[in-house]
């Protein structure tokens, strides 16, 4: 039987901040940001947008009724979470309507929790085939203004319906996982945006990626050449880039070509958001497939997610006939719809998000084009909005 991912939707801001705007703001050569981390533009999230609200802008919009009514498992991966108890996928799950005998769960582990996400869910699938569960992967990346992390900003929420004979991806049964108490990056209750050791966490990365890839095609007896393309975590375009050479010279010249222009295609969306953390790497899957002309049916793509902390996954996935069915096709087109703002503009989006106090708060949503928004804080419970219903 195969499972794996039947569709696959995205939400981020309606709004971005130009990398060399934001470069030259800085003080910083544009290229330093263009191709120095192979970014072009950053999404910027306004105050009426949180993990919640993207994570059911991602999914609303690609769920049948049908799918509602089989949905029995919802995972919202993030390390963006909005309260220590309560799950956000609670929240989630009434945006959504679905059905009350849900499991509803939050996943942690800094970027990898989205794929702990989908293996729990094809695990879960494999057991009831006439189900279905829904996976999110919804974060916001905050590193601080002026900061060296700032340009690695971004944010948004990619979903993924879980499912027997998936239009999109059929994923493998094996995989490959290194996990160790590592401090690259981290961010402690007491702090809004986080901690990272930038140099260290690239090397981390890497070190991860060679471990997992090598470690897959020994124990499954796989051929790196049997692999049509490599599929990367991307907190920043430029640190794939680097991932994937480290592994061209396993395979010949050709492949090494193919490989760098599978990867051009599969990096093209990420360099127009920035990071989403949990999402980051399916957000590059979902670039792959919407851009990628050169792929077909059969291929065999091999996926890496890393999440510092630090945790490591490799896997990989066959590509369906109707792949094309079950995507956000109009991804492209939204993101080049999105309104441009000003470095001031952005810096006040940055400093006005709901506070974390006890006070009631309202927030200005007017200008939100999305369905679901956050309208602030009363009695110390986030306030959330279906503005079309």
């Not at 990365?205 to 470690?215: H, M, S, T």
């Not at 957000?283 to 997610?305: C, I, M, V, Y």
């Not at 719809?337 to 007017?366: G, H, I, M, N, P």
Request: proline share 4%.
């Amino acid at each position: 039987m195969k499972v794996g991912i039947d569709k696959m939707h995205f939400a981020s801001s309606h709004l971005y901040v130009d990398m060399t705007e934001l470069a030259r703001a800085r003080g910083a050569e544009p290229d330093k940001y263009l191709i120095g981390i192979g970014q072009a533009q950053m999404a910027a999230i306004p105050p009426s947008q949180d993990i919640v609200t993207l994570a059911a802008n991602a999914a609303y919009p690609m769920l049948t009724a049908e799918d509602i009514q089989a949905i029995d498992l919802l995972v919202v991966a993030t390390e963006s979470g909005i309260d220590n108890s309560k799950a956000s996928a609670i929240y989630v799950a009434h945006l959504l309507g679905l059905n009350r005998r849900t499991r509803t769960i939050e996943m942690k582990e800094a970027c990898y929790a989205g794929t702990a996400g989908v293996q729990l869910a094809q695990e879960h699938v494999r057991v009831h085939p006439d189900k279905k569960a829904l996976v999110i992967g919804a974060d916001i990346a905050r590193y601080g203004l002026n900061t060296p992390g700032e340009p690695t900003q971004g944010g948004g929420a990619v979903a993924m319906l879980i499912s027997a004979d998936p239009q999109i991806l059929a994923l493998g049964t094996e995989s490959t996982l290194l996990s160790e108490d590592v401090m690259d990056f981290w961010r402690p209750l007491y702090h809004t945006e986080a901690l990272v050791d930038g140099k260290f966490s690239s090397n981390i990365y890497i070190d991860y990626f060679q471990d997992v890839f090598k470690g897959y095609l020994e124990s499954t007896g796989t051929s790196a050449s049997d692999l049509t393309a490599l599929v990367f975590h991307l907190p920043y375009t430029k640190m794939g880039l680097k991932a994937l050479r480290s592994a061209l010279p396993l395979v010949s010249e050709t492949q090494q070509e193919s490989w760098v222009a599978h990867f051009e295609c599969a990096r093209k969306l990420n360099r127009y958001v920035g990071n989403l953390y949990t999402g980051s790497l399916y957000l590059s899957l979902l670039s792959q497939l919407l851009t990628d002309p050169k792929l077909e049916a059969g291929d065999r793509l091999g996926l890496f997610s890393y999440g510092s902390g630090a945790e490591g996954e490799f896997y990989t996935g066959v590509l369906q006939a109707d792949y094309a069915n079950g995507l956000d096709t109009g991804l492209p087109q939204c993101l080049a719809r999105r309104q441009r703002v000003s470095v001031t503009e952005y810096e006040q989006l940055f400093k006005s998000q709901l506070a974390w106090k006890a006070d009631d708060q309202e927030l200005d949503y007017a200008s939100d084009p999305h369905r679901f928004v956050l309208t602030g804080q009363h009695d110390e419970q986030r306030q959330y909005l279906d503005k079309w219903a």
